[in-house]
């Protein structure tokens, strides 16, 4: 088992529909946990983090943590074309090592 | 601060040849990771170092792989001798050691490394 895991995708949704992108994670230890958007060719970069179970949000992004589940989500509101890219959802473990998940491809339809 | 730096950023090489990618993390950040991205396997964390100690190593595929980190400003990853299925983006991030957990990694532009 994979210590975190996304469906690869692709993921599509219409313009100014909400995406809906899901990560679970092995390691109980696990305390933070990152969500990372990566364009073709480039290099990921991080969009939110999250450690309190709950949510957070952040413009038209809220990421969503269930510690008891070891579950991880990214809402993504009124989604744009711009925000087609693949999303790396990562966790930092036990050792401070951080581990990253397949990533999900979305594309956002005009 | 540049960010992180990586050289080169693209490298062609034949098979059996010695590949050695180099990293400059953010001044003053003490983890240093590397790893290997592939359509098949996604972003992999190859090894990471803190305070520039190799911490876990358990992600090195061979021992074709190595990575070195003689001082806080310099990170090499080398694969002697180099094989196709090496071809691959290969990464170094940086991150700053802070008390809890919140902190993100930094990564640089990668090297795509083709190996023929």
Not at chain 2, 69 to 77: K, V
Request: with cysteine; proline share 5%.
């Amino acid at each position: 088992q994979k210590e975190v895991e996304q469906n690869s995708g692709p993921l599509s949704v219409p313009e100014g529909a909400i995406a809906s992108l899901n990560c679970t994670y092995s390691d109980r230890g696990s305390q933070s946990f990152f969500w990372y958007r990566q364009y073709s060719g480039k290099s990921p970069e991080l969009i939110m983090f999250i450690y309190s179970n709950g949510d957070k949000e952040d413009g038209r992004f809220t990421a969503q943590l269930n510690k008891a589940s070891q579950y991880v989500s990214l809402l993504i509101r009124d989604s744009q074309p711009s925000d087609s890219a693949t999303y790396l959802c990562a966790a930092t473990t036990v050792g401070f090592k951080t581990i990253f998940g397949a990533g999900t491809r979305l594309f956002v339809k005009a | 601060d540049a960010g992180v730096i990586q050289s080169p950023r693209h490298e062609v090489t034949e098979m059996g040849q010695e590949v050695t990618l180099r990293c400059k993390p953010i001044s003053g950040h003490d983890y240093l990771f590397w790893y290997r991205q592939t359509m098949m396997r996604g972003l992999e964390l190859l090894i990471y170092f803190n305070n520039n100690v190799p911490i876990d190593d358990s992600g090195m595929p061979e021992d074709r792989f190595s990575a070195k980190m003689p001082n806080a400003s310099f990170s090499t990853l080398k694969i002697q001798p180099s094989e196709p299925r090496d071809s691959a983006v290969y990464f170094c991030a940086s991150r700053k050691d802070r008390v809890g957990w919140n902190t993100e990694a930094f990564f640089g532009q990668g090297t795509r490394l083709t190996v023929v």
